[in-house]
């Protein structure tokens, strides 16, 4: 397994080793042990989750303020263009974002700590997007930054037509009056 860096340094992107042939290809999707050797990470997971989404269905941007819940999030059909924002006040890259890639085709992971924010956006026909969370759902604690903040300013790759987005998205705060993490 190959760990990236991303721009914010707690967030990381894991390149899993693939073992291909003719017959198609294998790799581990999942390895506590690597992970804690390898990466750093020694997250107990408590629940996965599966969810499909439409070309231009962007989801995000999600945390929960208590029990915030790291994830290590992964596509296993289509493309997404990940997003984490950084939502700890006293981090030195508090309000900053990063971005990704994460595809079928390419098979990377992203670990995206407690205390960001996370979004994505479907660019292809359609994506399957799994993730593995530190913490249950708890919906009376969800809270949801807009994703077109201009105060984050992420540079969403859109197409001329804007983002399908569910109500709660639809409703997200201003960045400038979201709870954020201490």
């Known amino acids: ?9 707690d967030v990381l992107i894991i390149e899993p080793k693939v073992f291909g042939d003719e017959r198609g290809f294998f ?5 506590q042990k690597a992970l804690a050797e390898q990466a750093g990470i020694t997250a107990h997971f ?15 941007l999600h945390y929960q303020i208590r029990q ?16 984490a924002v950084d939502l700890r006040r006293s ?15 390419n098979k990377r992971m992203a670990w995206i700590p407690p205390g960001f924010a996370h979004g ?18 708890a919906a009376e604690h969800e809270r949801c930054v807009r994703w077109d903040d201009p105060d984050l300013g992420i540079a969403w790759p859109l197409q001329e037509t804007p983002p399908l987005l ?3 998205d639809k409703a997200g705060m201003a960045f400038k009056e979201a709870e954020v993490y201490s």
């Not at 408590?46 to 995000?60: I, P, T, W």
């Open 120 to 137: 994505f956006l479907v660019v292809s026909d359609y994506a399957e997007f799994l993730y593995k969370t530190t913490d249950y759902w």
């Open 166 to 168: 569910s109500a709660k």
């Open 68 to 83: 915030p819940q790291g994830k290590l999030v992964r596509v296993t059909a289509g493309e997404v263009f990940d997003v």
């Open 91 to 105: 981090s030195p890259t508090f309000g900053n974002w990063c971005r990704f890639s994460l595809s079928a085709e």
């Open 27 to 31: 790799f581990e999707s999942y390895n």
């Open 1 to 9: 397994m190959k760990i990236i860096p991303c721009s914010l340094p």
């Open 46 to 60: 408590v629940q996965d989750n599966h969810s499909r989404s439409a070309k231009n269905v962007l989801r995000g």
